[in-house]
T-cell receptor, first 116, second 113 residues
Framework: AQKVTQAQTEISVVEKEDVTLDCVYE???????LFWYKQPPSGELVFLIR??????QNEISGRYSWNFQKSTSSFNFTITASQVVDSAVYFC?????????????FGGGTRVLVKP | KAGVTQTPRYLIKTRGQQVTLSCSPI?????VSWYQQTPGQGLQFLFE???????NKGNFPGRFSGRQFSNSRSEMNVSTLELGDSALYLC????????????FGPGTRLTVT
């Protein structure tokens, strides 16, 4: 069975500080996809980034970057130079790459509060 | 492209009643998934429909059901509502094949009294 754990329930930072969100996952599949979603107060889940299990290259996209380490089953996410608009709940999610059916398994979420 | 739309946005029902929620996916997307979000259980997968067929199901009682129409629009039904069904119900649509990114709608906030 799949499982995603986000140990940090809430993080509070001052604007312009960097924020790193931790995510640890469990899966028996060798091919899978990892995601980060953002949920602002409006409630809608917004897709941020995706990583395939067979590509461990870490990347930077604007102020977002991620560190995927298969050896430790971790997929951490960093917001550089945080802004007040980054305040939201962030979810890490896992999807197994099955031909028949797809579902996301979410972590419990980390609430990020960016203070001005 | 227009995003995923869900109606209604807010709903108040009484225990024992039934409710139907609607979801219109992104144009061209044939997969629609439903998720329930509660403070206690977090985000949980309900079911997924693809080409009018349910192809994946979560661990929810039979009171939760769904269907998908030929235009890919989907409905979710909950019968005999319980207080614990109060939640944000999110619908997500996905295009064919990898990378399996799901795009979510704004959700329907259901309150059961």
């Amino acid at each position: 069975a799949q499982k995603v754990t986000q140990a940090q329930t809430e993080i509070s930072v001052v604007e312009k500080e960097d924020v790193t969100l931790d995510c640890v996952y469990e899966t028996r599949d060798t091919t899978y996809y990892l995601f980060w979603y953002k949920q602002p107060p409006s409630g809608e889940l917004v897709f941020l980034i995706r990583r395939n299990s067979f590509d461990e290259q870490n990347e930077i996209s604007g102020r977002y970057s991620w560190n995927f380490q298969k050896s430790t089953s971790s997929f951490n996410f960093t917001i550089t130079a945080s802004q007040v608009v980054d305040s939201a709940v962030y979810f890490c999610a896992l999807s197994e790459a099955k031909a028949a059916g797809n579902k996301l398994t979410f972590g419990g979420g980390t609430r990020v509060l960016v203070k001005p | 492209k227009a995003g995923v739309t869900q109606t209604p946005r807010y709903l108040i029902k009484t225990r024992g009643q039934q409710v139907t929620l609607s979801c219109s996916p992104i144009s061209g997307h044939r997969s629609v998934s439903w998720y329930q979000q509660t403070p206690g259980q977090g985000l949980q997968f309900l079911f997924e429909y693809f080409s009018e067929t349910q192809r994946n199901k979560g661990n929810f009682p039979g009171r939760f059901s769904g269907r998908q129409f030929s235009n890919s629009r989907s409905e979710m039904n909950v019968s005999t509502l319980e207080l614990g069904d109060s939640a944000l119900y999110l619908c997500a649509s996905m295009g064919a094949g990898p990378p399996y990114e799901q795009y979510f709608g704004p959700g329907t906030r259901l309150t059961v009294t």
